[in-house]
């Protein structure tokens, strides 16, 4: 009997505890839910505000609402979940009294302080504003494509490209020739699957500004404020609201900036005279190219093939630019790399590099600045200096093989206490032979 009556108080409680979850469930479903309609007329749902690391979050499902859709995928397919936002400690305040008094008001309250430029959305997207104090009535966000670089090619050219339709662009680009199309796609073709912004007044061609955002502005434009990036490249944190005219205003301040830098590498690219770099007439170069350095856009990795042998070698950052602005040939880069320069060299002349061994060169030097009667270089330490260089085909490359060769001799001058005149006057003959010029024993320095 005892038994049967615990049975049914186990079954009774039972019984209870789902009525109960069926009427929270109930109560649950029955009570209205918060949700925004912002001014583009999208929709602002799911709003959840929780607690986490001391701070009170809010976050929220945002987008474009399908009451067409027959399933709730369909219907939400046009929705998507925002990151995750704190609440400063007074709107938490805020918030806590509000929902006292009204839940669903509170949730709105939360979602107009964490997402502003999502809330009024289009604030965010106006067109008609002032960008670094000039009034500009356009804002485009383009992905980058082939096309879109033959465009702003054609916008160079003078082409009032941006008051044409789709099709007539197209046709357009279509009546490109090939090598104006190869040309204005040459060395861009890292651009393409980035993302451009641009800006300006229309009808006036010239107010137009155009720049490819960087990472930590694109992550402005998705969560429409700014924003700081991790290590790799992942949002950290998000901060003041922005709209499209503010990013904009960054981005063009940002790229006239780096042009200006680019200006000044670009002058220091055109004073160098490039046609003096040469690689040995043995060494067959065929298909150089050069690719993008992962986190160091000032260098560029040059590859080629040399006697069919696979090269590479990392250019310089005045070689890169000279490269990129077609200031130096790809082969006179090649020539002008000391990476790429000594791989040749290797591949020509397998053991025999330099003609004569390293040791040979940089004893000739120590016993021409040791002799105390010495006034110049004998001639056969000229002819084994002349043959350790002899795969250097131009002064400059030259005056490196031999400053090479003078920094291995320092250490033994400096230890046996060589007269400091005696080492000038053998470094500036040094310097001479590079430059093809041979000094006579009259011409040397009285000891």
């Not at 929220?60 to 046009?78: C, H, I, Q, V, W």
């Not at 839940?103 to 965010?124: I, N, R, T």
């Not at 006057?425 to 032979?433: G, I, K, P, Q, T």
Request: net charge neutral.
């Amino acid at each position: 009997m005892a038994k049967k009556k615990v049975e049914d108080g186990q079954q009774k409680a039972v019984a209870e505890a789902g009525s109960q979850e069926e009427n929270q469930k109930s109560q649950e479903q029955q009570a209205p839910k918060a949700k925004v309609t912002t001014t583009e007329g999208n929709t602002i749902d799911k709003i959840r505000v929780f607690q986490k690391d001391g701070n009170t979050m809010v976050q929220a499902d945002y987008g474009k609402l399908n009451p067409e859709g027959k399933t709730s995928e369909e219907r939400r397919s046009g929705m998507r979940t925002q990151l995750s936002r704190p609440l400063s400690p007074d709107q938490a305040k805020e918030y806590q009294k509000i929902f006292a008094e009204d839940p669903v008001k509170s949730k709105e309250f939360a979602v107009k302080a964490a997402y502003p430029m999502h809330v009024d959305d289009a604030a965010f997207h106006q067109k008609t504003a002032n960008i670094n104090g000039r009034d500009v009535n356009y804002i485009t966000l383009e992905k980058i494509t082939e096309d879109t670089l033959l465009l702003n090619a054609l916008r160079k050219e003078g082409m009032d490209v941006d008051h044409m339709n789709k099709d007539q662009r197209a046709k357009l680009v279509d009546s490109m020739s090939p090598e104006a199309k190869e040309t204005a796609l040459s060395g861009k073709e890292g651009l393409v699957g980035k993302w451009q912004l641009a800006f300006g007044e229309k009808g006036n061609k010239d107010s137009r500004f155009y720049g490819i955002l960087n990472k930590e502005e694109l992550a402005s434009i998705r969560h429409r404020a700014e924003v700081t990036l991790d290590d790799h490249g992942q949002v950290k944190s998000v901060g003041a609201p922005l709209t499209m005219a503010d990013i904009a205003g960054r981005m063009e301040q940002r790229v006239q900036a780096q042009r200006q830098t680019n200006g000044e590498k670009l002058e220091a690219a055109q004073k160098v005279d490039w046609s003096k770099f040469k690689l040995p007439s043995a060494a067959n170069i065929t298909g150089l190219r050069y690719s993008a350095v992962k986190d160091n856009p000032d260098r560029v990795m040059l590859h080629g093939q040399v006697n069919g042998i696979e090269v590479s070698g990392l250019l310089s950052k005045n070689e890169t630019t000279a490269v990129k602005n077609r200031v130096a040939t790809l082969e006179q880069a090649a020539a002008a790399n000391e990476q790429f320069r000594n791989k040749v060299l290797d591949i020509v002349g397998p053991g025999e590099k330099k003609g004569v061994s390293e040791d040979a060169a940089v004893k000739a030097i120590i016993d021409r600045a040791s002799d105390s009667s010495a006034r110049a270089f004998t001639p056969e330490q000229v002819k084994t200096l002349n043959a350790f260089a002899k795969d250097a085909e131009t002064p400059e490359q030259r005056e490196q093989v031999f400053a090479g060769l003078w920094e291995k001799a320092q250490p033994k001058l400096a230890a046996d206490g060589v007269n400091e005149h005696w080492q000038q006057d053998a470094r500036e003959e040094l310097s001479d032979l590079a430059q093809g010029a041979v000094r006579s024993e009259q011409q040397g320095m009285k000891r």
